[in-house]
């Protein structure tokens, strides 16, 4: 990068972070959708490669849900260096989400607590913004967040998300079932096997046999028990789920948080869930590894992280709250520091760590 653009960035993040975090968030949504934001990045390390549903990501890293909610801005971020990029979550219809404020940074703990209930434009808008893009593999794959709206009855979620499907399916690489989001009421409940699996049946319903991979996103707040029913759900062979992306934002608050509106009601993201997302994903790869491809996020900031969660189980890293704090030379750098670690463990693929503490290999 030029010195210049350095400085250019660094001044822009320090805007944002100068602002209301929403407020933020939009505008940096919108220099990107007007073309200020990265070029076209030099292609990947080889090495970096991982190939997952028959697709071969250029890179093991995912921009998670959250923000480019409305699918402005796909193509933008894959060019910050990401190898897939999961846009939404998308409901059937427009929302507005919840009341202002909603969204708010904790710079002592590098978290992030939002409540801002799905806001989204709807699938219909969505729908037509991606039926426009050129797809090119060897760039990124995008993904797209499925939630039911926030006025739809549990008993008919099921519609909602095979509604999503069947109107976007032909539009992305792999579709996300949202039943964790903590902000929407009642959301968290259709993860229980029932609902689970009436939602995947509906959706695999409405979609063809050759559909995107399907995957669920998992709350990091359930039991033992409860992911002991989702993992079994999950290899069902009547209609399996193609992934599990661990996890969601929590509404714990662990102890050592600094900053004084810790207790806003809301999700939590950052590095103050980064224990709990690698348990739960320890957990899941326990009972799934080998069988179910696994994705991991939260608190993800660091070449060790997206190390330690590979070697956990996880085929695929997301972040999100790191790159609102540290801006998008995270990603290359992320990656740089990748190739140095494997470089100096004589490691010749990423792909030789995935699973690596599953199997007691060393990486």
């Known amino acids: 990068m030029k010195v210049m653009d350095k400085v250019v960035d660094d001044m822009f993040l320090s805007v944002l972070k100068s602002m209301d975090a929403e407020k933020a968030h939009d505008l940096s949504v919108r220099t990107l959708a007007r073309g200020m934001g990265p070029t076209l990045p030099p292609p990947d390390h080889p090495a970096l490669g991982v190939t997952v549903w028959?697709?071969?990501?250029?890179?093991?890293?995912?921009?998670?849900?959250?923000?480019?909610?409305?699918?402005?801005?796909?193509?933008?971020?894959l060019r910050m260096g990401f190898g897939?990029?999961?846009?939404?979550?998308?409901?059937?219809?427009?929302?507005?989400?919840?009341d202002p404020p909603r969204l708010f940074r904790l710079p002592e703990d590098g978290a992030i607590i939002n409540r801002m209930g799905l806001?989204?434009?709807?699938?219909?808008?969505?729908?037509?913004?991606?039926?426009?893009?050129?797809?090119?593999?060897?760039?990124?794959?995008?993904g797209v967040n499925l939630a039911k709206n926030a006025d739809t009855p549990n008993d008919r979620a099921a519609s909602d998300y095979a509604t999503l499907a069947a109107l976007l399916h032909p539009y992305c690489d792999f579709m996300v079932l949202n039943l964790s989001s903590p902000n929407t009421e009642g959301l968290c409940e259709l993860q229980d096997p029932a609902s689970l699996r009436a939602i995947i049946r509906r959706v695999?319903?409405?979609?063809?046999?050759?559909?995107?991979?399907?995957?669920l996103k998992m709350s990091p707040d359930l039991t033992e028990a409860q992911m002991d029913d989702l993992a079994g759900v999950a290899v069902e062979p009547e209609?399996?789920?193609?992934?599990?992306?661990?996890?969601?934002?929590?509404?714990?608050?662990?102890?050592?948080?600094?900053n004084p509106i810790k207790d806003q009601p809301g999700g939590l993201s950052g590095m103050p869930i980064k224990a709990l997302s690698l348990?739960?994903?320890?957990?899941?790869?326990d009972r799934l590894y080998g069988r179910v491809p696994l994705v991991s996020v939260g608190g993800v900031d660091c070449a060790a992280d997206v190390i330690e969660r590979l070697r956990a189980g996880a085929s695929l890293v997301q972040l999100y709250t790191a790159l609102a704090y540290c801006g998008h030379r995270l990603i290359p750098l992320i990656k740089t520091d990748l190739i140095k670690a494997m470089r100096e463990q004589d490691i010749g693929s990423i792909e030789e760590i995935i699973g690596a503490d599953l199997r007691g290999q060393a990486a």
């Open 54 to 77: 028959g697709k071969r990501f250029i890179n093991p890293l995912g921009l998670a849900a959250g923000y480019d909610k409305n699918a402005l801005v796909p193509d933008a971020c």
């Open 84 to 98: 897939h990029v999961e846009v939404g979550g998308v409901t059937p219809r427009a929302q507005e989400g919840n």
């Open 279 to 285: 348990a739960r994903l320890r957990s899941m790869a």
């Open 204 to 215: 695999r319903a409405a979609t063809p046999d050759d559909a995107p991979p399907l995957l």
């Open 239 to 258: 209609n399996p789920l193609d992934g599990i992306i661990c996890v969601n934002t929590t509404t714990t608050r662990p102890e050592g948080l600094r």
């Open 119 to 142: 806001n989204n434009e709807g699938m219909v808008v969505v729908y037509q913004r991606l039926a426009k893009r050129v797809r090119y593999d060897d760039r990124g794959f995008v």
